[in-house]
């Protein structure tokens, strides 16, 4: 039995959904396209010289589905589980698969499912540096794993040969600005999602 589950959320027509650092990436000369009812950065200038040392790239598009209680939710290859605290996960998926993915999690157990995709901010580390400049961004003992990230509560996983970064949205400014800061002396910088995408070849940042 279910203890309860709020649907996901259904934007309207003609509902545009941005990032809480689309203004940076716009600053920085991205290319803003549609992903569904997101609006993402999917290049930006200087990228693939940043890549060959470490990118930061927003993905906050990708759906995150939080499973409180029962079993360990499953991993599959377009879908990422990070545990938040005993009991309690977060399932990264497709936007578009994230009402099947919730249905799926629901049936069965006893378990809380939330669509949590407007309360976190994601940020990929993709490139040769990136676990430096993860370490340089707080002291994170092991990836699967938690703690401060840029002085705020965040959670980290490795995936597809790239680190996901997950921080509370309100944090995600703070951040991002942090990430691209002490990507300067590794001499990286900002990458759109296309470009790390054919990089680490993860589905979760293929186009829908």
Not at 75 to 104: H, M, Q, T, Y
């Amino acid at each position: 039995m279910t203890l309860a589950a709020l649907a996901p959320f259904e934007p309207g027509q003609g509902t545009v959904l941005r990032s809480a650092v689309e203004h940076r990436l716009r600053e920085a000369g991205a290319t803003i396209e549609a992903r569904g009812p997101w609006r993402v950065a999917t290049a930006v200038p200087g990228e693939e010289a940043h890549l060959e040392h470490v990118g930061v790239a927003d993905a906050s598009h990708v759906a995150k589905v939080e499973v409180r209680g029962g079993a360990a939710p499953a991993r599959a290859e377009r879908r990422e589980v990070l545990e938040v605290a005993p009991g309690r996960w977060i399932v990264l998926c497709a936007w578009e698969d994230r009402a099947d993915v919730a249905a799926e999690l629901r049936s069965g157990e006893r378990r809380l499912v939330l669509d949590m995709t407007s309360a976190w901010a994601a940020l990929v580390l993709a490139g040769p540096q990136a676990e430096r400049l993860l370490r340089r961004l707080g002291p994170i003992a092991a990836v699967p794993g938690g703690g401060p990230v840029a002085g705020v509560p965040g959670r980290v996983t490795r995936r597809a040969g790239a680190l996901w970064v997950l921080v509370a949205v309100e944090y995600a400014q703070h951040v991002w600005d942090v990430c691209a800061d002490l990507c300067v002396p590794l001499r990286g910088g900002p990458a759109g999602l296309d470009a790390v995408g054919r990089l680490t070849g993860d589905p979760l940042l293929a186009p829908s």
